[in-house]
């Protein structure tokens, strides 16, 4: 404990040999005083708890960081990585003995990251003395280590002491969520579909919590310190790295403070009460969304979501119900994001493509964050929470554009649940139908007004039917349906916007081709396969050579789908065929020729007689 002491002096009296020594070795003073300060606490801290807790306060000041206009120089940044690491291992071996000197020590160490991330914001310009010239700024090395120093502390006083943390979580989630922290080569855009189990929750919930007014339900409910938290630490996540995206600049961040971002915001998602967590994530969401939508802004709303989910991974089956209306208030904020994006970008849709890649990432994250809540609930709370959805979505006055920047969304929730309810999820699909009809047809969505939405809306449309379709084993692809879809399905093979050969070629063979043989399967009916293989048979006589080979590629894949039950219909399709094989477009002769194979291999004879 003496020891302890004596290294803390040494922290301390290295300030007072300005005059006897240069800044360069009063500054490696410090550092060797704080190194062997680390040392002892690692041996003897939980022995000696109060003598290594007397020279707290001479600590703290080696976190101490100059202000501005004074330069952060390497100096600066290696003694306070220094101090950040002796801190974190007394946290560590001290646990709630530190709880008396916990508020001057976290205001510290808060003080100090945040000066860590905003040596960032000089690097982009945001910063500069009070003269407003620009600060030198550190080296790239030594950021790094200041920064991984500062998330790698602020982990271990969330894992030691997470009931204390309530007032600090705007903070914390303000560094942990810092827009130079999304790794693009990461996973967390597609932790969501990690929803396991096939079906809803089993235990029954009273009506009365899906009220908006019921616990759980206010999210700006003030936090208070809660002391029942989970244990344990994660695991880091997030490795690699290259440039992350900052307000309209790029700034290299290193792998190691990515990887440290990513285990301090598993850390606060997986140990902070949820109750707790939840509303700091939603205000802090809140207030960047409505100072305006960025790169940056995107790619912070990405973390904030990512630590909401791990939060919600720890909420039980018998809670969830608890915080539904409250999580799926959030989600709704950050599904708007694409409309509020298109709201700013007046129509620029060059403006929206340099976000799109950040705004795909947030909605699947909040779309597989969603099947994370719903797969912990019943039928019964579901389903009137997937009827505000769907109204959310199809009934916004502000326009084609606000009603298509939703739909987006939608579909790509409703793709992602039904991969993962499977046939539970089917009969939903009635309250979609009209809505699907209409984003194919184009005859009430107005697509066209958006070019920069259109494609991914009849995608994901697309996708989302073919999911359907295929989950069907309650007979929901009744005669009406099937005829309400397949004229919209059909003209598909028609639309051509934008497109080129390869990527119409790509888009038939991938999508629309599977999702009609899909349909063809669910319906098993050689009524209604007749009516598509007109409907096909139409499209071979198109003036595009293109549309004549998607049609060929449908008929194809219901061929494979339905094999010898659709060579019944051979018939009427063989005039056609022989039409195509002397069609005066080669790729056209190609694909039926191929036609022709699969044709064959089921019928077992040669077609060439019949032709």
């Not at 009220?211 to 630490?233: H, I, V, W, Y």
């Not at 301090?264 to 939603?282: D, T, W």
């Not at 309650?474 to 005669?479: H, M, Q």
């Not at 888009?507 to 629309?512: C, G, P, Q, V």
Request: charged share 20%; hydrophobic share 45%.
């Amino acid at each position: 404990g003496g020891g302890g002491g004596g290294a803390l002096g040494g922290v301390a009296d290295a300030d007072d040999a300005e005059g006897r020594v240069s800044a360069v070795d009063r500054a490696t003073t410090r550092q060797e005083a704080t190194i062997a300060l680390t040392a002892l606490v690692a041996h003897f801290g939980s022995l000696y708890p109060d003598e290594f807790l007397t020279g707290l306060h001479a600590l703290r000041t080696t976190l101490a960081l100059p202000a501005s206009p004074s330069p952060l120089v390497a100096e600066h940044a290696n003694v306070a990585a220094t101090g950040l690491a002796c801190l974190g291992t007394l946290c560590a071996n001290l646990g709630l003995s530190l709880v008396p000197h916990f508020r001057p020590t976290m205001d510290a160490l808060l003080a100090c990251a945040e000066g860590a991330f905003a040596t960032l914001n000089q690097e982009e310009g945001k910063g500069g003395g009070d003269d407003g010239a620009m600060l030198p700024v550190l080296p790239a090395a030594d950021r790094a280590v200041l920064q991984a120093a500062s998330l790698r502390t602020l982990s271990v006083v969330v894992r030691e002491l997470a009931g204390f943390v309530s007032a600090d979580l705007p903070s914390i989630l303000a560094i942990a969520c810092h827009p130079t922290l999304v790794d693009e080569s990461d996973g967390s855009s597609e932790r969501g579909e990690r929803g396991d189990g096939d079906g809803f929750a089993d235990t029954d919930v009273d009506e009365e919590q899906g009220d908006e007014t019921g616990d759980g339900g206010d999210l700006e409910e003030d936090s208070a310190d809660d002391d029942d938290n989970g244990d344990g630490e994660g695991e880091s996540e997030g490795e690699g790295a290259t440039q992350r995206s900052g307000s309209g600049s790029s700034v290299a961040v290193a792998p190691e403070v990515v990887q440290q971002g990513c285990q301090l915001r598993q850390s606060v998602g997986e140990l902070v009460a949820f109750r707790l967590l939840l509303p700091a994530v939603y205000k802090r969401s809140a207030e960047l969304v409505a100072a305006g939508l960025s790169n940056a802004t995107a790619g912070s709303l990405v973390l904030l979501l990512d630590a909401a989910s791990r939060g919600l991974e720890q909420v039980s089956t018998k809670e969830a119900p608890t915080h539904h209306v409250a999580v799926f208030k959030y989600l709704l904020l950050l599904l708007d994001v694409r409309r509020l994006a298109c709201v700013q970008a007046e129509g620029d849709a060059a403006s929206l493509a340099s976000m799109s890649a950040k705004l795909n990432r947030l909605e699947s994250l909040a779309a597989s964050t969603f099947v994370q809540l719903v797969l912990k609930l019943s039928d019964g709370t579901f389903r009137p929470l997937f009827l505000k959805l769907v109204d959310w979505a199809t009934t916004t006055a502000d326009g084609s554009v606000a009603l298509c920047a939703r739909l987006v969304p939608l579909f790509r929730v409703v793709s992602l649940l039904a991969d993962n309810l499977k046939s539970l999820f089917v009969p939903y699909f009635s309250l979609l139908l009209k809505t699907c009809c209409d984003v194919l047809s184009d005859s009430a969505t107005r697509l066209a007004d958006t070019p920069y939405l259109a494609p991914m809306a009849m995608a994901l449309t697309i996708d989302s039917l073919t999911k359907c379709f295929a989950n069907d084993d309650v007979g929901f692809v009744t005669r009406p349906r099937f005829e309400a879809l397949l004229k919209p399905l059909s003209a598909q093979l028609e639309r051509r916007e934008g497109e080129g050969a390869p990527l119409y070629r790509r888009r038939i063979d991938t999508s629309l081709a599977p999702c009609l043989a899909q349909l063809a399967v669910a319906v098993s009916s050689e009524a209604l396969w007749k009516l598509l293989n007109q409907e096909m048979i139409i499209h071979t006589r198109d003036s595009d050579a293109s549309v004549r080979i998607g049609a060929l590629v449908v008929l194809e894949h219901c061929y494979h789908r339905l094999g010898d039950e659709f060579v019944n219909l051979l018939p009427e399709t063989i005039p056609t065929i022989a039409e195509l094989l002397e069609d005066e477009q080669v790729e056209v002769e190609r694909q039926c020729q191929q036609l022709v194979k699969v044709i064959e291999s089921h019928l077992g004879e040669s077609l060439q007689k019949y032709l």
